[in-house]
């Protein structure tokens, strides 16, 4: 299995920028698609956006898409997303996630990170 560990987040205005990372343990990260989520109070975890294995393809939920952007360093096992243009709307808890499905098409989110709290000031 792999062990996920998110940083990065904090306080900032809005129309500010912040980056998150997720750090990944084991030898077959990149052998994993990876997502990330949020999670706001009182409300539904949410898909904000993966990148596929090879850092190939990202796929972004439309309340982010232009302001955030999902990559990853498979040769430092770590995923990052970059997030600019933030507004109060994004303040959450934001989570990675890694998917083991080697089926094409199908997502299977297996492991989890602990979070990072992400809040935006008006």
């Known amino acids: 299995q792999v062990q996920l560990v998110e940083s990065g987040g904090g306080l900032v205005q809005a129309g500010g920028s912040l980056r998150l990372s997720c750090a990944a343990s084991?030898?077959?990260?990149?052998?994993?698609?990876m997502g990330w989520f949020r999670q706001a109070p009182g409300k539904e975890r949410d898909f904000v956006a993966r990148?596929?294995?090879?850092?190939?393809?990202?796929y972004y939920a439309d309340s982010v898409k232009g302001r955030f952007t999902i990559s990853r360093d498979n040769a430092r096992n770590t995923v990052y997303l970059q997030m600019n243009s933030l507004k109060p709307e994004d303040t959450a808890v934001y989570y990675c996630?890694?998917?083991?499905?080697?089926?094409?098409?199908?997502?299977?989110?297996?492991?989890w990170g602990q979070g990072t709290q992400v809040t935006v000031s008006s």
């Open positions: 996630a890694a998917d083991g499905s080697t089926i094409t098409g199908l997502q299977s989110y297996d492991y």
């Open positions: 084991g030898r077959t990260f990149s052998r994993y698609a």
């Open positions: 990148i596929s294995r090879s850092g190939g393809s990202t």
